[in-house]
T-cell receptor, first 113, second 114 residues
Framework: GENVEQHPSTLSVQEGDSAVIKCTYS??????FPWYKQELGKGPQLIID?????GEKKDQRIAVTLNKTAKHFSLHITETQPEDSAVYFC????????????FGAGTRLFVKA | NAGVTQTPKFQVLKTGQSMTLQCAQD?????MYWYRQDPGMGLRLIYY???????DKGEVPNGYNVSRLNKREFSLRLESAAPSQTSVYFC?????????????FGPGTRLTVL
């Protein structure tokens, strides 16, 4: 079945710097890759997603890139702010798993003011 | 719209006790899911319901049962709780079985089994 690996597990950046979180997936047939942000004591919330027919997507300060050949996708946050501090999860869906979503282990991002 | 609601928010059980976690969504979504979240392991799918009247096992179904009571409600039952089931449980819903649709998550239930 699908396996999603996420790195790093913890990331600390200075306010205003950029943050990059990387994920790899194993099922080449996966075709939907969402990113979720989870704040303390809350459920995950979708922040951006990308489909397999697109290489890059941007929404204000966040962007996601997808390399299907390498089975690799990344989240980029520019001009980080303290409110960006949270746990971020990548995920993959589709392929042999159908509509099941497989999540990475998460990255805890700290943005220091 | 309240979105996805879960009850209770917190629960402490003794080994061997049973309980049911409740989940409801008011977005008229077809699909509903139960996940557990453990430190360093992301979210793992326990059971899901693609539509009213159907349920299927996910990655980690052992020790759990589910009921899709109607389109709005999807409950998760622990018949005989074990310490290994200490976790945070999230319910989620999605518009359809389509592969490119957002899942909406509830606030979670933090369960401790002693």
């Amino acid at each position: 079945g699908e396996n999603v690996e996420q790195h790093p597990s913890t990331l600390s950046v200075q306010e205003g710097d950029s943050a990059v979180i990387k994920c790899t997936y194993s099922d080449s047939a996966s075709n939907y890759f969402p990113w979720y942000k989870q704040e303390l004591g809350k459920g995950p919330q979708l922040i951006i997603d990308i489909r397999s027919n697109v290489g890059e997507k941007k929404d204000q300060r966040i962007a996601v890139t997808l390399n299907k050949t390498a089975k690799h996708f990344s989240l980029h946050i520019t001009e980080t702010q303290p409110e960006d501090s949270a746990v971020y999860f990548c995920a993959a869906r589709g392929g042999t798993g159908g509509f099941k979503t497989i999540f990475g282990a998460g990255t805890r991002l700290f943005v220091k003011a | 719209n309240a979105g996805v609601t879960q009850t209770p928010k917190f629960q402490v059980l003794k080994t061997g006790q049973s309980m049911t976690l409740q989940c409801a969504q008011d977005m008229n979504h077809n699909s509903m899911y139960w996940y557990r979240q453990d430190p360093g392991m992301g979210l793992r799918l326990i059971y899901y319901s693609a539509s009213e009247g159907t349920t299927d096992k996910g990655e980690v179904p052992n020790g759990y049962n589910v009921s899709r009571l109607n389109k709005r409600e999807f409950s998760l039952r622990l018949e005989s709780a074990a310490p290994s089931q200490t976790s945070v449980y999230f319910c989620a819903s999605q518009t359809s079985r389509g592969q490119g649709n957002e899942q909406f998550f509830g606030p979670g239930t933090r369960l401790t089994v002693l």
